[in-house]
């Protein structure tokens, strides 16, 4: 029920988007993770705000002083809210970077995943790659393997990691992976690695083999919003919009 509440909280056009996203910009990241020191001034606008999501177990506090902190799991739903509300290049930039370190360390977890889950067989183990470590363009993370079900053949298995909130499991693809998902079909698998109070929930793992056919083109199960369009013309010659 809590996670229920802080995902409608957080939800886009709701009478408490304005006051919640106010509350989450106070927020500023100290030494590697996000916390927030309240004034006089800020229990005054933001105390019930605060009150509400400590009882909703999305913030953590300080002991001997009114600091608060995200609570690790929620992280991947307050960035997503940070994100929209910083007020400065740098303040987003250290939102982006803090992510990206979210996405790298869920990367790693998975590389550890498949270690182990190929242990048996030391030919494949030693083969899994960690790709996006060095092309960042390659439209997935993790080179590994699937096996026959007599484990006499194997085919490549193309992983993206992307760590969520445990709230909505909900996750950013770009055009690159997308297009990837889509021509390599079912060599493509899709890990959705919930966030933790430490680390990962390994155990909450999502995988999803096909995600191009099973998430992308299944809006029945699936909510798909297009976040940015790319515009360009058709021909820069005589168009009236390019005319000075």
């Known amino acids: 029920m809590k996670s229920g509440l802080i995902q409608r909280l957080f939800a886009r056009f709701t009478p408490y988007q304005f006051h919640v996203n106010g509350f989450i910009g106070q927020f500023q990241s100290v030494d590697g993770r996000f916390e927030l020191v309240m004034d006089s001034e800020m229990r005054r606008r933001f105390g019930g705000t605060r009150n509400l999501l400590l009882d909703l ?34 303040e987003l930039q250290g939102i982006l970077r803090a992510r990206e370190k979210l996405g790298r360390e869920a990367e790693l977890e998975i590389l550890k995943f498949e270690l182990v889950r190929l242990r048996h067989n030391p030919g ?3 083969r899994i790659k960690h790709v996006a470590a060095e092309d960042v363009g390659a439209g997935y993370d993790i080179l590994s393997f699937t096996e026959s079900a007599d484990r006499t053949e194997h085919s490549d298995r193309l992983i993206e990691v992307k760590a969520v909130s445990a709230v909505d499991f909900k996750f ?13 079909g079912k060599n493509y698998f899709l ?7 430490c680390g990962f929930d390994i155990q909450g793992l999502r995988i999803i083999r096909n995600p191009f056919e ?5 809006r029945l199960y699936w909510h798909r919003q297009d976040e940015l369009v790319s515009c360009w013309p058709k021909s820069s010659i005589g168009s009236p919009i390019l005319s000075a």
Not at 172 to 184: G, L, M, P, Q, V
Not at 191 to 197: E, G, K, Q, S, T
Not at 214 to 218: F, G
């Open 124 to 126: 494949l183990e030693k």
């Open 172 to 184: 950013y693809w770009s055009r690159n992976e997308i297009e990837t998902a889509r021509t390599r």
């Open 57 to 90: 177990e999305f913030l953590e506090q300080d002991s001997e002083k009114p600091r608060y902190w995200i609570l690790p799991k929620y992280l991947a739903t307050f960035f997503e809210v940070k994100s929209k509300s910083a007020s400065t290049a740098d």
């Open 214 to 218: 099973k998430v992308y083109q299944n």
């Open 191 to 197: 890990y959705l690695l919930p966030v933790a109070r």
